[in-house]
């Protein structure tokens, strides 16, 4: 039949293969490796929600689901039914296999309202509890009848014991007695008889029954007469207690035999469960995401971008193969045909081969290896011809091979056919019309494909005849397609581009690979070469254009989802901050509502004060310096609070920034007192205020106002505010110690020339007799461009050093 042999070309029993490894149990296995594609749309939806819903269900962290002792029980089901009698192994994998079925039936009913497909699936099962426990009662976990299940089989199996005894210390004495005659001094078994191994030269000494004799002939295997009736009592026991544990399995088979009804749904719903796990599991390796089917008749497209071949993923990442290289497949509802050109080994077939599997998945219950959203129509069934023997690294097709084929594909398409209902199939022909002679065989490619463009819903064929490509042009239910070569390389890049023929590569690939080019020539110069050659050179173009435009497409979408990306940022952070507004005006109000109500309650109680005495004078200023009081402390209370972060405060140590000099320091020590702090950089030290400092993260310091207090004596005479930060640097400093006043002055004029930039120099000029500092200081006082000076802090070099500050 022309479906079973699609399955084939396509390599759907491999893929099949695949899925069983993805299974849990052997039950599971079997069915994915003999997967059954559903007769109906509303089947595959059913499989796709049980995929679904598994696929979601293990992406939860110890979500339960496994299936952990449940066996393939169906053989034990069917003889028991039969009236045969289990055994004990096979009871107690009956009795896992019910519990873990109903481990499973508990984490669905656990999540009902996320997993209605399968809580539906579940909901008459019948696990049968009390068969389970009956099972363990009587057969423990070595598989054996315990001693629990029959009062008769635990007496019997007690003198079994005590015969045992018996035999061996009866045994046990004749070796002692006759330990020279013995060969080994151990209780060997002969037939289910204790037997003593005995030296050929004495078996005279030890009176029994000979069951056995050694290959050299010198060891006599004897039963000693004094045990033989021992043994006949232990034979008759060991069968009463075979009779009893065959009457327990007996017991046990008939009640299974009672509900062998419910315990094969039991089975077949554990095979359900396990082969849409597998499912779940296959999708997931895949990457794959779920398929949407449309109704291609009303409208809707066929939407399969970077659609991947399984087969080919599972052979990169198994068997390291190539890179797999995904296409886009989107199909206009108007399109019936699909015509795929493109040179030999540029990934046609590979193209035919994934459609081909991706609609079989989605109809089996798989997800599709392809990027959201996945949509496609539920085909009624996939028809193809890719040849004979057909693989993807070779075609071995023939012509007639071909024509055999599309007459069972057009046969089973023919109305007359009821198991396949027209005009909803997928039809895949590889090289049409191809091995015979091209006038020909571009003829009869053109009348198949009008025929199913009738016929099918879908048609794709690969083709190397020119005259197809010119059916786009004719009748809009014709589209084209074609593999990518690169020209540089000589090599197909297997990527699928629409709209756009492919084009003859023949000449471009002789002349690089070292034809001679006269041979060209005369092949140029042959009626239509040109024409072809310009036609190519069209297509040519057009393949660079939309390469360049896919290539904006990747850039303008990697932007756009930059944007989206901060657009969501900003509006999250826009939101918070117009709540937390929000907020504050509200406690804001609460305050200020509360400080009015307290204020009007202490004002009232002023006011009754008043009234209560004779008003003077005296208890009027009195009330006033109370209400102005009430006054600031409410006042003080409705100011707007502060941001909930807590000022910052810099810590000895820690690592800061000084804004004005761009510059990060470490903090040596901090003086409160004068707002100021020492701070080294590398190997300098230096004096800021705190307001010039700020943290890493940009904190400011908030220093406190202060009172100013005159000093004794100052040398500034501007009321000029001097820049804080004075740091102190070779190019800043002047040494003029030894120098006399008249030659320091000039030494001073390029020092303040040259420290513009920096608004200040250090003048060091030592302290002596104080007449250099106070000629230094003069000098300064008349200068345009001092603003201010004073001496330098103690640790700084004090009344020896002058600081003076620039315009």
Known sequence: MIITETLELLEWRRLCQHLATFAATKLGAIAAKQLKLPATKQESQQLLAQTKEIYYLEQEIDSGWNFKGIEDI????????????????????????????????????????????????????????EIEQEIHRCIDDRAEVSDRANPQLAEIRSEIKQLRQRIYKTLQNIMQRNSTAIQEAVITQRGDRFVLSVKAAQKETIKGIVHDVSSTGSTFYIEPGAVVELGNQLRQKERQEKREEEAVLRALTDKVAEVIEDLETVLAVATVLDLATARARYSLWL???????????????????????????????????????????????????????????GGKTVTLKTLGLA???????????????????????????????????????????????????????????????????????????????????????????????????????TTHYGELKALKYQDERFENASVEFDDSTLQPTYRLLWGIPGRSNALTIAKRLGLKSEIIEEARNQSGIDAAEDVNQVIAALEAQRREQEAKAQEAGKLLEQTERFYGEVSTKAAELQEREKALKISQEQAVQQAIAEAKAEVAKVIRRLQQGEPTAQKAQQASEQLNKISQKELAKTQPAKPDKPAYKPQVGEKIKISSLGQTGEVLSIDEAESEATIRF????????????????????????????????TPAKSKVTPPPVTVRTSKNTLDIRGSRVANAEVDLENAIASATESGVVWIIHGKGTGRLRQGVQEFLQRHPQVSKFELAPQKEGGSGVTIAYLK
Request: aromatic share 4%.
């Open 287 to 345: 990457e794959a995401n779920p398929p949407r089917f449309i109704d291609f008749d009303k409208e809707e497209t066929i939407t399969l971008r970077r659609l991947r071949h399984p087969l080919l993923i599972w052979q990169h990442r198994h068997e390291e193969g190539a890179e797999v290289v995904p296409i886009d497949v989107l199909v206009q509802p108007q399109t019936k045909v699909v015509a795929i050109t493109g040179p030999n080994t």
């Open 74 to 129: 169906g053989d034990s089901l069917e003889r028991a039914n039969i009236g045969g009698m289990l055994t004990a192994e096979e009871l107690l994998n009956l009795a896992t296999t019910l519990a873990g079925v109903r481990r499973l039936r508990r984490v669905i009913d656990a999540k009902a309202e996320e997993m209605p497909t399968l809580e539906k699936l579940i909901a008459d099962l019948r696990t049968y509890p």
């Open 682 to 713: 590398g190997i300098m030290k230096m004096t800021v205020s705190l307001r010039e400092i700020e943290s890493l993260d940009g904190q400011k310091v908030d220093v406190p106002a202060k009172a100013k207090t005159p000093k004794a004596s």
């Open 359 to 461: 609609a079989l998945m989605a109809k089996a219950g798989i997800f599709v290896p392809a990027k959201e959203p996945v949509e496609l129509p539920w085909f009624e069934s996939v028809l193809a011809d890719i040849g004979d023997e057909q693989s993807l690294q070779q075609s071995l097709s023939t012509f007639s091979g071909h024509i055999r084929r599309i007459s069972r594909i057009i046969e089973a398409l023919s109305p007359h056919n009821e198991e396949i209902t027209a005009h909803n199939s997928l039809v895949l022909l590889d090289e049409i019309g191809a091995g015979t002679d091209p006038a020909e065989g571009s003829a009869l490619a053109i009348a198949l494909l009008k025929y199913l463009a009738e016929h099918s819903l879908l048609t794709v064929a």
